[in-house]
């Protein structure tokens, strides 16, 4: 109850800390929009010369360009969120200090990335959408309960997202410059979840593979469960979700044990 | 000509003389070269990092061609364009951006110092601000974009097997060198803007690389109003759409006069008249954190 409370806490300030920024975040609302237009018009371009590509058609690949720029932030899909202060955290010996405090450090980081993710999906997710609603013929369901299974859908990209990072971001207990870690982390995270393309065009064994990969889980499967392709009438894609959520979570937890009892902190 | 003493006596710091002028153009740029070189050496001295670095950059920008190439595994063309024909927008369009972002790409830093104060600082060196903040951290993994687009455009030139007349050849270079200089206004004017909204850089991201992006695609892609607002708005389409359009033999979708083609280093310069009056009241409009 406590540790709920605790939790509950950290998050509701880490909503709050990225609620403060009014105008950054018009800004970053501005340029979602802006390359949702340019993507938008690229798809309608693709779609026109293959109907049916990827098993949408041209108005459900609309629909996950806008969902795609809505998701942007809020999973932190090209960086941003907690990962860089993280990791400047342990380069600098400063996790030291986070170590002895009576939190447990992944919740901690969990619950303010969370809170995060709040923010970012009320102010810089829904605008985007409303502005690619108005201006494309989107296909958007009109039963409640596939929205309710599609918020479920981004709450679980967002937690396989932390998991994701958190496992980057414990590398650099190990490596003194985990820039180039970084850089790969928000590479892997660009092209595996759907970001650039969806990942149903991707040709042959190659569009197979990525499809089971954890980063489907961050935009791929959340997009499907709103357009209704995938199975089970959603469920196939929120097990997937789940299921790579507990593996990567249990995978942070393991190598953080095996981070703060085998590593030195840097200067100590 | 204008250059008089009584100019000079006058008010010594607000009109200088063509002379003085150029002094201090010529004076920034070696300041800038001081910098710069400082920067690379001290990324030197951590030669793995860098060379991870420059990969990672080469892999990022890749990841959008990559993105092209998977498109055209399942189409043959796209708004009418073949993929050698995209690449040679993709090359130019990537190479051009790489130069001004090499070069110029640290302006989007600024908000970052007016808020932590730091721009106090720039403006006690006797060394012209804009330099210093251009050359500040200067990014030598940054050639990884730049090398990535050369690939790609070589590619495309080996692909598209056009008859190159030197008309032609002078056209694709002043096409990436006024390119790039149209990116780099378009990189100090967001800036300078953020003197006026510190927070607010992210806005440039959607003209620069957002530009960049667009200018990855013909434009036949896109809807006419987003075409009209790239060539007269933020004049984007010079950077490659219009004279890459005549060197690949397609009709321009606006149906402009056909010198529009070669009017992209006029309008570079003109672009960078106007960026440097905006920045001047940027600059000017500057008022340390906490007051």
Redesign the interface.
């Known amino acids: 109850m406590h540790l709920l409370r605790l939790n509950l806490a950290v998050a509701a300030s880490g909503f709050r800390r990225y609620a403060t920024?009014?105008?950054?975040t018009?800004?970053?609302v501005?340029?979602n929009t802006?390359?949702g237009?340019?993507l938008a018009?690229?798809f309608?371009?693709?779609w026109y010369?293959?109907p049916q590509?990827g098993g949408y058609d041209q108005s459900q690949a609309l629909t996950f360009v806008w969902i795609g720029q809505a998701m942007l932030a809020t999973a932190a899909l090209m960086g941003g969120g907690f990962q860089d202060e993280f990791h400047e955290r342990v380069r600098n010996g400063d996790v030291a200090i986070d170590l002895y405090r009576p939190v447990d450090l992944q919740l901690w980081w969990f619950a303010s990335d969370l809170g995060r993710a709040a923010f970012q999906l009320l102010g810089r997710g829904l605008v985007p959408m409303a502005v690619g609603a108005f201006a494309f013929e989107l296909t958007l369901p009109s039963s409640p309960t596939v929205w309710l299974l599609f918020l479920c859908a981004v709450f679980l990209a967002v937690v396989v997202s932390f998991a994701l990072r958190y496992l980057f971001a414990l590398c650099g207990f190990w490596l003194l410059?985990a820039?180039?870690l970084g850089?790969?982390s928000?590479?892997m995270s660009?092209?595996f979840s759907g970001m650039?393309?969806p990942l149903t065009?991707?040709?042959g064994a190659f569009g197979e593979v990525v499809l089971w990969l954890p980063w489907a889980a961050t935009l791929q499967v959340p997009a499907d469960v709103l357009l209704g392709e995938s199975g089970g009438g959603g469920l196939a894609g929120l097990g997937f979700q789940l299921a790579w959520a507990v593996v990567l979570l249990v995978a942070g937890r393991l190598l953080q044990a095996a981070a703060t009892s085998k590593v030195v902190v840097q200067g100590g | 000509m204008a250059e008089t003493g009584a100019v000079e006596r006058g008010a010594p710091g607000r009109r200088l003389s063509a002379r003085r002028a150029l002094g201090r153009v010529a004076w920034g740029l070696r300041a800038y070269g001081f910098i710069a070189a400082m920067w690379v050496r001290s990324t030197m001295a951590y030669r793995a990092s860098f060379a991870m670095m420059l990969v990672a950059n080469f892999a990022t920008t890749f990841l959008d061609f990559a993105a092209i190439m998977i498109m055209f595994s399942q189409v043959d063309a796209l708004g009418g364009f073949a993929l050698p024909e995209v690449a040679f927008l993709y090359g130019t369009s990537c190479v051009a951006f790489g130069l001004s972002d090499l070069l110029l790409g640290e302006a989007e830093r600024i908000g970052r110092r007016v808020r932590d104060g730091t721009m106090d600082i720039l403006l006690m060196r006797p060394v012209p601000v804009l330099s210093q903040i251009a050359a500040d951290r200067f990014a030598l993994r940054r050639l990884g974009r730049i090398i990535q687009g050369s690939l790609v455009l070589g590619w495309s030139l080996t692909r598209l097997q056009l008859d190159w007349t030197a008309g032609e050849v002078l056209l694709t270079v002043s096409m990436v060198l006024s390119g790039g200089l149209i990116f780099g206004c378009l990189f100090v004017l967001g800036g300078a803007f953020q003197f006026w909204a510190q927070d607010a850089s992210e806005v440039q991201n959607a003209f620069t690389y957002g530009g960049t992006t667009l200018l990855q695609y013909p434009p036949t892609v896109f809807g006419k109003e987003l075409v009209r607002g790239a060539t007269f708005v933020v004049p984007l389409a010079f950077v490659n759409w219009l004279p890459a359009l005549r060197v690949l033999g397609h009709d321009d979708p606006l149906g402009l006069p056909g010198w529009v083609d070669f009017a992209a280093p006029a309008v570079a310069l003109l672009c960078c008249a106007g960026t440097a009056l905006v920045w001047r009241a940027g600059l000017r409009s500057y008022r340390s954190t906490g007051s």
Do not use: K, Q
């Not at chain 1, 920024?21 to 950054?24: E, G, L, S, T």
């Open positions: 920024y009014r105008v950054a018009v800004a970053g501005f340029t802006v390359f237009f340019i018009y690229t309608i371009a693709l010369e293959r590509l410059d820039a180039g850089a790969l928000t590479l660009v092209f650039l393309l065009v991707f040709p």
